[in-house]
């Protein structure tokens, strides 16, 4: 089993940045695939940012240039660096992750808002 926590959400104004960090408890298990989903009000959950185990990213258009998603293995956490944050950014970001066994697991959610 594994418990993965989203942390560094919050309240930022508009052209500011925020880290978001996620870290999985997996003992025994090693991460292979990790990403940072968001689901803004009223709408359905979206991929964001996804890194693989040799380190390839890709990211959603709307956040190109902006975001950047890192991951450390030997911590086995995610983080997500969001510069440039937009009202558009407003959402509950999620984070997921897969074991190399082949489990998935998804975070609780950290709230995310960009208002000035």
């Known amino acids: 089993q594994a418990q993965v926590v989203e942390s560094g959400g919050g309240l930022v104004q508009p052209g500011g940045s925020l880290r978001l960090s996620c870290v999985a408890s997996t003992s025994g298990f090693s991460l292979s695939y990790m990403a940072w989903y968001r689901q803004p009000p009223g709408k359905q959950r979206d991929l964001v940012a996804e890194?693989?185990?040799?380190?390839?990213?890709n990211y959603a258009d709307s956040v190109k240039g902006r975001f950047t998603i890192s991951r450390d293995n030997a911590r086995k956490t995610v983080d997500l660096q969001m510069n440039n944050l937009k009202p558009e950014d407003t959402a509950v970001y999620y984070c997921?992750?897969?074991?190399?066994?082949?489990?998935?697991?998804w975070g609780q959610g950290t709230q995310v808002t960009v208002s000035s």
């Open positions: 997921k992750m897969v074991t190399g066994l082949g489990s998935l697991y």
């Open positions: 890194i693989t185990s040799g380190r390839s990213t």
